[in-house]
C-alpha cells in the first residue's frame, strides 16, 4: 500500500536532518494518512479511504464526500476514488 493520500495525492517528501554541526542525512517526510470510511449522500452508501488529515478536513469544509468530489481535479484522484466520482456525478445527474 502507497504512503498516497487518495483524494489529494499528497505523498512523500524527501529532505535533510541537520545537525548542529550542519552535517546533513537524508529523511522523509510521511504524510499523515489514516483510514477512513466517507458517506456518500447522494448514493447513499459508505466508502473506505486512505486520506490525509489535511484531506479530511478539506471534506468537512466542502460539505462531505459529494461536495469534495465535485471540484477535485481527476489527477489528483485515485482510481477508486475516480469511480466514486463517477458514480456521484450520474447519481446526481439522474436525480
Request: charged share 30%; net charge positive.
Amino acid at each position: 500500500m502507497s504512503r498516497r493520500c487518495e483524494l489529494t495525492g499528497k505523498g512523500v517528501m524527501v529532505g535533510n536532518n541537520v545537525s548542529h554541526a550542519n552535517n546533513k542525512t537524508k529523511r522523509r517526510f510521511l504524510p499523515n494518512l489514516n483510514d477512513v470510511t466517507m458517506l456518500s449522500e447522494v448514493l447513499d452508501k459508505s466508502f473506505k479511504f486512505r486520506v490525509s488529515a489535511a484531506a479530511l478536513r478539506t471534506v468537512d469544509h466542502r460539505g462531505g464526500l459529494d461536495g469534495f468530489m465535485a471540484k477535485a481535479k481527476d489527477s489528483e484522484l485515485s482510481e477508486k476514488a475516480l469511480r466514486v466520482k463517477r458514480e456521484i456525478q450520474k447519481a446526481s445527474e439522474a436525480a
